[in-house]
Every structure is written in C-alpha cells, then in structure tokens.
C-alpha cells in the first residue's frame, strides 16, 4: 500500500523535485506487531532533515496519525516515510514551493536479517568512496546514487554487505548500515560530521552503550582499525543488530559486543 498526501495511489507527479533534483528525505521504519518501532525517533529525524534542508514541512500530527494507522494493518514489515519538497518548477530554486509531499509505503519485513543475526555476515571494502559534505553530513536525505553505486558493486562480490570510506579515505558506515567494532573494552563508531548517516539504530547503541561497562568513542579510523578490532558488528533500524565474521583476510571469533547489544535492540522504544 502506497499513501501520498493521505490518498491512496501510486502516482506522484513528474514535477515533483523528490523526482526533480532528490529534494527531500526518508526514513525507513521497522514494523513490529502492527507497531512502528522508534516512531518519535524517526520522527525527530524527519523534522530534523527538513529543518536542515529547509523543507517547510508542517503536517506532524497528521503523518505520525497516518504512520501509526498504516503500521497497524501490517503485523511485521517495514513501513518507509518519504518527504519531499513538493511540485516545482525546471529550475532549481524552491521559491514557489509551498506544499511538500509526504509519501508512505509498506513493504515485508527483510528476509535475510534473522539469518544474518544467526550466522552472521562477511564485509568487502567497496570501491565507490562517499563524498564529503559538512552541510549534509548524517542527514538521510534522498540523494542516494552514491549507495546505489555501493550496492551494484557489492553484487559483483560473494560479500553480503560493504565497509565504506569516504573520499579522504576514513571509515564511515556500510552500505545500509552503521558500523561499530570493538577492541578489548572500548567500542568505536565512526564520525560522521564530513559523510554518512547518523541511523536510528545507531543512535539507540550510543545510548545504551554510554550507560554500559563499554567505553564507546565515536572516531576518525583507516580500515586497518577494523581488521585489527576483536569484534564487528553492523546495525540499522531494521535488522537491529548483525555480527560481522569477516572483513578481508580478518574474521572474528568474539561475540560479546553482539550478545550485549542484540537484547536491547530488540526491546525497542515503541510509541
């Protein structure tokens, strides 16, 4: 089932700039029991993001009402919120858009993830770099060519998911996933101010890990730091949480950090 603006169809219109120029932002919600896990999360990302790209998006209510009813009629899946700045003009400038478009989708839950978390994954290090943008930094917004570069290379691999830097060479997140790995006691994420997306998911693990007896420190690392790490794992909204057996010629016996953290993903905020 597709929703946009409230009105069940599957057509949006070609002057829209989500299909224009990319003008505009998502998020991609896991549905639990017909309930949209980390909803005000994902809707303080929304907010967020359109504030960022001055979006002048003003429907809360309206969108966390239709999220919530749209989540119901689906025991588990994945429900994706997309805003966009609405119908536009040829040119760039959003002068005369007033009106932003919001689109709701549900889909099925990714059948993989629970085998995933079983048997965990092995990363390849793409080829394709993510460029650096300060002003969109961690933002989930709709330009997304460079992961579907990501993605089309990865497929070329035996690989189930891909560790990705940015143009300067610094390690930055995966493909469609945040990256944390661990060496003793202390637990590194990457920085994120230059590329990458700060995911939901990510954020909830910062959270629980800063109550924890981990030290966790968010960090500028070559990929060397991940091969020589005791333990990986890759997290997003939906999977939560995935142990990485091996990245190159490195593989990783430890699941401490994993076994930690997959029990407090899973009992995730629900609104």
């Given at each position: 089932?597709?929703?946009?603006?409230g009105?069940?169809?599957?057509?949006?219109?070609?002057?829209?700039?989500?299909?224009?120029?990319?003008?505009?932002?998502?998020?991609?919600v896991?549905?639990?029991?017909?309930?949209?896990e980390?909803l005000?999360?994902?809707?303080?990302?929304?907010?967020?993001?359109?504030?960022a790209?001055l979006?002048?998006?003003?429907?809360?209510?309206?969108?966390?009402?239709?999220?919530?009813?749209?989540?119901?009629?689906?025991?588990?899946?994945v429900?994706?919120v997309?805003?966009?700045?609405?119908?536009?003009?040829?040119?760039?400038?959003?002068?005369?858009?007033?009106?932003?478009t919001?689109?709701?989708?549900?889909?099925?839950?990714?059948?993989?993830?629970?085998?995933?978390?079983?048997?965990?994954?092995?990363?390849?290090?793409?080829?394709?770099?993510?460029?650096?943008?300060?002003?969109?930094?961690?933002?989930?917004?709709?330009?997304?060519?460079?992961?579907v570069l990501?993605?089309?290379?990865?497929?070329?691999?035996?690989a189930?998911?891909?560790?990705?830097?940015?143009?300067?060479?610094?390690?930055?997140?995966c493909?469609?996933?945040?990256?944390?790995?661990?060496?003793?006691?202390?637990?590194?994420?990457?920085?994120?101010?230059?590329?990458?997306?700060?995911?939901?998911?990510?954020?909830?693990?910062l959270?629980?890990?800063?109550?924890?007896r981990?030290?966790?420190?968010?960090v500028?690392?070559?990929?060397?730091?991940?091969?020589?790490?005791d333990?990986?794992?890759?997290?997003?909204?939906?999977?939560?949480v995935?142990?990485?057996?091996?990245?190159a010629?490195?593989?990783?016996?430890?699941?401490?950090?994993?076994?930690?953290?997959a029990?407090?993903?899973?009992?995730?905020?629900?609104?």
């Open positions: 089932m597709v929703l946009i603006n009105v069940e169809q599957d057509s949006l219109a070609a002057s829209d700039r989500g299909v224009q120029f990319g003008d505009g932002c998502f998020t991609t896991r549905i639990s029991r017909g309930v949209p980390f005000e999360q994902h809707l303080q990302r929304l907010q967020n993001t359109c504030r790209l979006i002048p998006f003003s429907e809360w209510p309206t969108l966390s009402q239709e999220m919530r009813a749209l989540a119901q009629t689906q025991q588990d899946g429900l994706k997309i805003i966009t700045r609405g119908k536009g003009g040829r040119g760039y400038s959003p002068s005369a858009c007033y009106s932003p919001r689109i709701l989708s549900l889909s099925p839950a990714p059948a993989h993830y629970p085998r995933w978390q079983q048997q965990g994954i092995t990363l390849a290090l793409s080829p394709v770099r993510l460029g650096r943008n300060p002003m969109l930094a961690g933002l989930k917004h709709l330009n997304r060519l460079e992961q990501i993605r089309a290379q990865l497929e070329q691999t035996q189930d998911e891909a560790l990705v830097l940015d143009s300067e060479g610094w390690v930055t997140e493909c469609a996933a945040n990256l944390f790995w661990r060496a003793g006691n202390t637990v590194f994420t990457p920085r994120l101010e230059h590329a990458g997306v700060n995911g939901i998911m990510r954020q909830h693990c959270s629980v890990l800063a109550q924890s981990f030290h966790v420190v968010e500028s690392a070559r990929e060397d730091a991940v091969r020589q790490a333990e990986v794992l890759i997290c997003n909204a939906l999977m939560p995935v142990p990485v057996n091996q990245f010629e490195a593989r990783y016996l430890s699941r401490e950090l994993f076994e930690f953290l029990p407090l993903c899973e009992q995730s905020k629900k609104s």
